[in-house]
């Protein structure tokens, strides 16, 4: 196919001749390209639209950059532990990460048990859809909303602040988890079930041995979400923890300089968090 | 073979031992937790039913709470556009750092580094912290909010942006400079062309994203959706609250599906 | 004419990666690089572009040093000198056509190439070289859509239309079944003839080194220790490259 055409005049000689008038088209338009300038420009306009209509409040933008240089300044240049003094923040800081490592233990087990079920390749379809459905009701919902619905049904507290973490925490596994299952080669799964073996058998024998490392690495990405999400839920529904201090000192006693030193504190366990989740990863991937 | 074969005995014994050890870790962090936290899980998950049949007669929208749906709709109207305007423009000055400072496309070493601490130092800043600070700067207002979202997203993004760089356009960027291909045209003609699908994937992901931490923004703020639900949660009209939840769900997940339909045509 | 003298490169102190490689190369020939894994067939190749920087030595393509040469001095040789991968690495979003055209960047404006802008006359070149290696059908399809064999035939098409002296191929056949590496081979070989061209490739197979190549470089530990036509590669010269085990299987 390639041999016979060795005589056609090539690169030297471009052959001028060939339909003068029309110009040569670079690409056609396809669904792809069109859909992304599409989304392209419609993202523009209304970011365009929205940041002209933008309610401002009068706020005068120079003073207020300034003040906010200034806030920056306290924070970061002269961050102390403030009125509160560092083994309070401290206990409060461990307050949050263990509201992180519990909700996040609660979202691998249960997210596990369910993902197990809504898997396409392993249960039949109408259980997985139904489970699927539920999930994505359930992400859709804030976390902070969860959190804060929980705290007046069974009152303000841990308990609340655990019960509101975890139901984001689950359906969020349970979709990564789930993705992963689907992944496994069919091969893995149809060898076992040749043998005779169990359904839970299966799943323990087959899936949970490929899914390790997938596992591993999305249960870590949702510790560090869920430590953020404590942080959050601290500030924003009372719940305790070092958020509750961080919206005491930065809305109530606007010490800036305090503010600094929790954010300081956050910032250190955070990147623990993400130093941990990129050594286990490596472990896993090396193997 | 210089090392003793481990006999599949030990082999396995060894590997249970290690999985045993890890799970009885697991469970003891998880015991020490719920002790310290004063968390009862039998407690705990007994009342979860209990709340939601509380939740089922206090939050569940009656004829009368359509009436707050207007309102609702407006706020949810805001916050999406905010979402979208923070998301884009974040994306817009991510993209910049991103090929900045990728492993691939990189100016220098100093640069990679910089963009990093940089990326990193924005997204593990609390979004309550953004969210306070720039309150006592900007006072109540929409700009706050989005300025919130905006730092956040930024931070994010520039990871995101910079191990889709490393990750796909690697190789056709090599092929361009080897062509003789000046730096601005082999980020225009090989990288920006590779990476524009996972580039959308990722804004929209984010947008669904910024929806749902606007209502936390908001509420801290007293802006859009957030302060809406806060106003009808701590005044007690409950019905209205609930309203507020279910309008936010069909907006998620509308948006969720959405994107999903965009990126089977895009990817 | 290529001429490489006392080429020398180290990844880390003490451990040489390339030891003294000196060869010449006339036009009009396929030369093939072989060697076992890491004998640093791929640092070779990548110095001749300088898109691995070496240590020392002298790389003149037509008397002109390429190690000596500045940015823009380089940018302008490495127009002189397409590559071909392994991976093909092209753009796989694009067409064929924008993937061809991108061998043209080097010698248009920075702001004509960023915009993707070309003449009627490198479109139409383009359109011929595709031609050439059995593609124009595909001008605006989306290399993604192409098979092994056919993308790295638009990765030929694309340094093709540079208008090189010299053609650098990294492995062009190891991601290809043997019926497209063949065609691949063959294609190399004709239009090295062709366009009376230095086409320089790296190989993992020998029996397609010694049924194309005109010339053998033999590369072991960073070490030339072949350097002939490739009739002259014998059984105990492929022992001494790849030990005598690999020699009885493949000679």
Redesign the interface.
Known sequence: ???N??T????SK???Q?DPQQ??????T???TW??QA??IS??L??F???TH????N?KMAD??K??MM??NQ?FLQPNAGADGFWVLLEAL??SV??G??TT?IGAVLGFFFAVIASRNLTNAYWGAGIRALM??V???????WA???S???GLG??AA??GLSFHSVAYLTKAYSESIEEIDPAIIDALKVTGCKFWTIVFQAVWPTIIPSLVSWTFIRLEINF?NA??VG??AGAGGI?YQ??VT??LS?D?HE?GY??YM??IV??IL?FIAVKLRQHYLGK | MKQPKVTAASYLGKKRLVQSGVLALIAGIYAIGCYILQFDTIQGTLSIPKAFAWLAINFMPTQSSMSYLPQIMEKLFDTVLMSIASVVVAAVIAIFFAILGSKVTGINKFMQVLVRGIASFFRNIPLVAWAMILLFSFKQSNFTGFLALLLMTIGFLIRAFMEIIEDEAGEAMMALKATGASYFQVIFQAVIPQIIPSLISWILYMIENNVRDATLVGILTGTGIGFIFDIYYKSFRFDAAGMTVLSIIVVVIGLETLSNQIRKVIL | MLEVKNLAKSYQKDKPALTDISFKIDPGNFVAIIGPSGAGKTTILRSLNQLIKDDAGEILLDGEDIRSANKKELRKLRRQIGMIFQNYNLVERLTVLENVLHGRLGYKSTLAGVIGRYTEEEKREALDLLDKVGLSEFALQRCSELSGGQKQRVGIARALIQHPKVILCDEPIASLDPASAQNVMKLLKELTEEFNIICIANLHQIDLAKEHADQIIGIRHGQMIFNDTADKLSKDAIAELYGTSAAKELA
Request: no cysteine; proline share 4%; charged share 10%.
């Open positions: 196919m390639i041999s055409e060795g056609k005049p090539i690169v471009p052959s001028f060939k110009k040569i088209k670079l690409h056609k396809t669904a792809s859909m992304i989304v392209t993202l523009i209304i970011t639209y929205t940041l933008l309610n401002t409040e706020v207020a950059f003040g906010l806030t920056f924070m461990g307050v263990l509201l490592i519990l233990i994505a009701v992400r859709a919902i804030p976390t902070i909303l804060l619905i929980f007046i049904a069974v841990p308990t655990i019960l953020a942080v959050a500030a924003a958020g961080l919206f930065s809305g606007f800036f503010v929790i954010v956050v910032i955070t990147l993400e």
